[in-house]
């Protein structure tokens, strides 16, 4: 049976291994390797999906600001796209847009823009955005149902975008208790 001191002495060994594995897993923030579902590499609130025909696909969490272009250059380093196309995507992103590339030949390619689903932008923290909602989106959400996500988007149809959540009052099937519920996932 090994003593306290014995113990402690083989616990700081294990420590003195795992610690560069801990470092190099947690703390390295490189952009070279293979791709991963989720990277951080900066502080900013800007998170995309890049998918289609991109080495690195997968989820980006970009500084505020950055664009198209710069999406594009880092999914695929050291690939010059015909005639410079990134620099004339200077379309800056917004949080859960989803950019689709796609090559239509060998040297050329077609983006696509949409938005993520309402659950993904749930998961992820990103805010909904009123107008850009749709039936399933609204769906999504805990405590409306078909019938009042339908009875939304037929009231948005109607009268014109919502100014603010406080809207949602005004159609048939809304409360200020259902309103309460979803306002975390709408940014202010």
Known sequence: MMDRSQRFIVWLFALFLISPLIYKGHCSRTETGSAVAFRSLSTGRTIVRVKGDVPKPGIYRLPDGATVGTVINMTMPGQALQGGIEA?????????????????????????????????????????????????????????????????????????????????????????????????????
Do not use: C, H
Not at 96 to 119: I, Q
Not at 150 to 167: E, L, M, N, V
């Open 88 to 188: 004339q995507l200077p379309v800056v992103l917004r949080p859960g847009m989803v950019l689709d590339v796609t090559r239509t030949d060998r040297k050329n390619y077609a983006l696509t823009v949409s938005y993520m689903k309402a659950k993904e932008r749930m998961i992820l923290g990103i805010p909904l955005d009123l107008q850009l909602m749709n039936e399933e989106d609204w769906d999504a959400l805990p405590g409306i149902g078909a019938k009042t996500a339908k009875a939304i988007i037929f009231y948005r149809q109607k009268y014109g975008d919502f100014q603010s959540i406080q809207d949602l009052e005004r159609v048939k099937g809304m409360s200020g208790g259902k309103i309460m519920k979803i306002r975390q996932f709408f940014s202010d």
